[in-house]
């Protein structure tokens, strides 16, 4: 399997998602501005997008995935179905108790998230929150159905379903926004209906690989079974690994909450470009990654671990260096040509812009977590990257008491970003006196080279910013044509530059 082909093709059918993504972002802004009830939308929301990736896309995914390989390498068809129908089971049953009591404990919840929203927006945040919280039982079973897909290396249908997410809430708020009060409960509609729609298109695809899984009434069978042990004794330290990132994300939440009205939702904008290349990158290569270095650690090829965590790596940097460098120098234009539209003023676009280069700042940490901690799990070692997540934590509040007073919204978005470059390099560092990556030769002159090609881009971009006008009484048409004629540009300027300095695509091939 050629690993660049196979990360290409997840990243471009990722890019689908994260388009309909920025679609959706583009209509909650010109529909509902960032004030308090986008900001109660945006709790009530990231509430089972936390446990969704605590317990689905994050510990469960990093648990299950290796262990499920390491069954398909080394056991039959009849005890690989065996191991995915009990964790299953379990995963269900869990699922929909920690749903009820989503359901029944939302008030508190809410105020443990966000307590500063104003009375209004916090009971909308509850209701929303009741009618989404079943929202992360149905996205963690389409957890569990990719994990099995991608180990069977079919990565497209995971890869392009969180697009209907983004489809679903469009259509919701479209639809809805005139017939429902608050107007901004249409959304929360639209998300309920995405979760269904996801998980219905992964079953086709399980079935015509014969691994559908299949649910049991018998809840304790299943937990006493020895594949879902293993699986929870894995996704203990892993729980607590996501959890540490997530328990940050609350606690900025909080804060965020008693900053201005508003500050939750420009943090979420900003976000959701950081996620851009963040999902295209880091994403791609993390679903490619883990399985392949679980099947070379099934095989004890240690020099096959260390070659895909360097290809990886090297990836990252060629792509990711350059979009740091337009989040930093390109974040105003970037926001003010995407969200500048209906009830999303001058103003906002300042402060989401101000978010986003914050976030710049660790981008390329931030896609390095998602390389070198596959390379903990598929050793199922999750005991480090809990140990450093936890260091990580403490130094991300120390840095909010520092950079909140002085920069608000933006504090919480720069400490993200810093404690993101502490954990990727512990990370790093941790893997290497393991003995378990060594880098390739080169890596001085590659990584000159890369920095050599930022400088054209940069300049390029700078002019942009700084000579053609984004303000709206421009013309939301020539905006955005300026804007993408500066990208695409810069895109070219690049690749135009790493070719001059000898790169070819062939230098990032990789076959397994």
Same mark, same amino acid.
């Given at each position: 399997?050629?690993?660049?082909?196979?990360? +290409?093709?997840?990243?471009?059918?990722?890019?689908?998602?994260?388009?309909?993504? /920025?679609?959706?972002?583009?209509?909650?802004?010109?529909?509902?501005?960032?004030?308090?009830?986008?900001?109660?939308?945006?709790?009530?929301?990231?509430?089972?997008?936390?446990?969704?990736?605590?317990?689905?896309?994050?510990?469960?995914? =990093?648990?299950?995935?290796?262990?499920?390989?390491?069954?398909?390498?080394?056991?039959?068809a009849a005890q690989t179905q065996e191991l995915i129908d009990q964790v299953a089971t379990a995963l269900l049953w869990i699922l929909a108790g920690i749903s009820l009591a989503g359901v029944l404990l939302a008030p508190l919840l809410v105020w443990l998230t966000a307590s500063g929203l104003h009375p209004a927006a916090f009971d909308s945040a509850v209701w929303m929150t009741r009618l989404m919280f079943p929202y992360a039982g149905l996205i963690s079973l389409v957890a569990l159905s990719a994990g099995i897909l991608n180990t069977w290396k079919h990565f497209a249908v995971p890869a392009v379903t969180p697009a209907l997410l983004n489809l679903s809430i469009i259509g919701a708020a479209v639809a809805l926004h005139r017939l429902v009060q608050p107007s901004i409960h249409a959304l929360a509609i639209g998300v309920m209906l995405g979760g269904v729609a996801q998980l219905a298109v992964q079953w086709p695809a399980l079935r015509r690989y014969a691994v559908v899984p299949?649910?049991?009434?018998?809840?304790?069978?299943?937990?006493?079974?020895?594949?879902?042990?293993?699986?929870?004794?894995?996704?203990?330290?892993?729980?607590?690994?996501?959890?540490?990132?997530?328990?940050?994300?609350?606690?900025?939440?909080?804060?965020?909450?008693?900053?201005?009205?508003?500050?939750? +939702?420009?943090?979420?904008?900003?976000?959701?470009?950081?996620?851009?290349?963040?999902?295209?990158?880091?994403?791609?290569?993390?679903?490619?990654?883990?399985?392949?270095?679980?099947? *070379?650690?099934?095989?004890?090829?240690?020099?096959?671990?260390?070659?895909?965590?360097?290809?990886?790596?090297?990836?990252?940097?060629?792509?990711? /260096?350059?979009?740091?460098?337009?989040?930093?120098?390109?974040?105003?234009?970037?926001?003010?040509?995407?969200?500048?539209?209906?009830?999303?003023?001058?103003?906002?676009?300042?402060?989401?812009?101000?978010?986003?280069?914050?976030?710049?700042?660790?981008?390329?940490?931030?896609?390095?977590?998602?390389?070198? *901690?596959?390379?903990?799990?598929?050793?199922?070692?999750?005991?480090?990257?809990?140990?450093?997540?936890?260091?990580?934590?403490?130094?991300?509040?120390?840095?909010?008491?520092?950079?909140?007073?002085?920069?608000?919204?933006?504090?919480?978005?720069?400490?993200?970003?810093?404690?993101?470059?502490?954990?990727?390099?512990? /990370?790093?560092?941790?893997?290497?006196?393991?003995?378990?990556?060594?880098?390739?030769?080169?890596?001085?002159?590659?990584?000159?080279?890369?920095?050599?090609? =930022?400088?054209?881009?940069?300049?390029?971009?700078?002019?942009?910013?700084?000579?053609?006008?984004?303000?709206?009484?421009?013309?939301?048409?020539?905006?955005?044509?300026?804007?993408?004629?500066?990208?695409?540009?810069?895109?070219?300027?690049?690749?135009?530059?790493?070719?001059?300095?000898?790169?070819?695509?062939?230098?990032?091939?990789?076959?397994?």
């Amino acid at each position: 399997m050629n690993l660049l082909k196979a990360a +290409s093709t997840i990243s471009l059918l990722t890019l689908t998602s994260r388009i309909t993504g /920025l679609l959706r972002e583009i209509m909650v802004a010109s529909y509902f501005g960032a004030s308090g009830w986008t900001d109660a939308f945006n709790v009530a929301f990231r509430l089972p997008n936390l446990l969704r990736r605590m317990f689905a896309e994050g510990a469960f995914s =990093q648990a299950f995935v290796p262990l499920l390989s390491q069954t398909r390498q080394t056991k039959t068809a009849a005890q690989t179905q065996e191991l995915i129908d009990q964790v299953a089971t379990a995963l269900l049953w869990i699922l929909a108790g920690i749903s009820l009591a989503g359901v029944l404990l939302a008030p508190l919840l809410v105020w443990l998230t966000a307590s500063g929203l104003h009375p209004a927006a916090f009971d909308s945040a509850v209701w929303m929150t009741r009618l989404m919280f079943p929202y992360a039982g149905l996205i963690s079973l389409v957890a569990l159905s990719a994990g099995i897909l991608n180990t069977w290396k079919h990565f497209a249908v995971p890869a392009v379903t969180p697009a209907l997410l983004n489809l679903s809430i469009i259509g919701a708020a479209v639809a809805l926004h005139r017939l429902v009060q608050p107007s901004i409960h249409a959304l929360a509609i639209g998300v309920m209906l995405g979760g269904v729609a996801q998980l219905a298109v992964q079953w086709p695809a399980l079935r015509r690989y014969a691994v559908v899984p299949r649910f049991r009434l018998h809840f304790l069978a299943a937990w006493r079974s020895d594949g879902v042990h293993r699986v929870v004794k894995q996704m203990l330290p892993a729980s607590l690994s996501v959890s540490v990132a997530q328990v940050s994300i609350v606690i900025n939440t909080q804060i965020a909450s008693h900053l201005h009205a508003g500050s939750v +939702s420009w943090l979420a904008y900003a976000d959701r470009l950081m996620e851009f290349p963040t999902a295209l990158l880091g994403v791609a290569l993390g679903s490619v990654l883990l399985p392949s270095l679980s099947r *070379a650690v099934a095989c004890d090829d240690v020099a096959k671990y260390s070659t895909l965590l360097d290809w990886g790596l090297r990836l990252t940097l060629v792509l990711a /260096l350059p979009s740091a460098i337009a989040l930093l120098i390109f974040a105003q234009p970037l926001v003010s040509m995407l969200f500048n539209y209906g009830r999303f003023d001058h103003a906002d676009v300042l402060a989401t812009a101000s978010a986003l280069r914050a976030y710049g700042i660790g981008l390329i940490a931030l896609i390095g977590i998602k390389i070198l *901690a596959p390379g903990f799990y598929a050793r199922q070692d999750l005991r480090t990257p809990v140990k450093i997540a936890l260091l990580v934590l403490l130094c991300t509040q120390l840095m909010n008491l520092l950079f909140v007073p002085w920069l608000g919204h933006a504090g919480l978005a720069l400490a993200i970003s810093l404690g993101a470059m502490l954990n990727a390099s512990l /990370l790093l560092r941790g893997l290497r006196r393991r003995g378990l990556f060594q880098p390739q030769p080169g890596w001085r002159l590659y990584a000159g080279k890369i920095a050599l090609a =930022q400088l054209p881009l940069a300049a390029l971009l700078l002019w942009g910013a700084s000579t053609l006008h984004w303000e709206r009484a421009h013309g939301d048409a020539l905006r955005l044509g300026q804007g993408m004629g500066v990208l695409l540009a810069g895109a070219l300027v690049y690749f135009a530059t790493l070719r001059l300095l000898g790169f070819r695509l062939r230098h990032f091939m990789h076959n397994e």
